[in-house]
């Protein structure tokens, strides 16, 4: 199997590229956003079908497992996987997925409620190892309600999440009561 490849961006595809390794062009596909003409090295997923081989590459191995992890849940494929990670930062699923944020995962075009909630169910308990170890203050109460009261407010969730989570990350021993006034001076200081 192939585990790691390098070498220069030749085509860039509607999810996936060609990469060009000494004269040898790979279809990979990614969730990586990457420009033409660039040397990369990405780790490589190789899924075999009956039907088919198809490569997917990371920038790092934290993206290889949390795609091996998602693809691991009953009725997420690869491409649904794919799907997800191009949506959605890294850092920012696996705190939905710890908080058990099910709008935020829904947000990916093709996932809805059931298969976020599944996710979460399914990797929920995952989230301590490996590379799925981030701090307790991600994992608190207080993002889901800050999200939640802000979306109240007509903020859309995948406009504010960043900022929402840089907030409770800074200030992990306010409560939401707190957090709303600093998030709404930071929503209007854009």
Known sequence: ???KLQGVIDYIGDGYVILLTNGVGYKVYTPEILSLKSNVSLWIE???REDSIRLFGFSTLAGQNLFNQ???????????ALAIMA??????????????????????PGVGKKVAEKIIVELKN????GAFDFG??????????LLSALESLGYRRMDIIDMAQHLVSQNPDMDVSKLIPMALKEISGK
């Open 1 to 3: 199997m192939i585990g």
């Open 136 to 145: 307790s203050e991600i994992s608190g109460g207080v993002l889901p309600d």
């Open 87 to 108: 949506t959605i930062k890294s850092d920012i699923l696996m705190s939905a997925i710890a908080t058990g944020d099910a709008k935020t995962i829904a947000t990916t």
């Open 46 to 48: 190789t899924i075999v």
């Open 126 to 129: 995952k989230m301590g190892g």
């Open 70 to 80: 998602l693809t691991s849940v009953s009725g997420v494929g690869p491409k649904v």
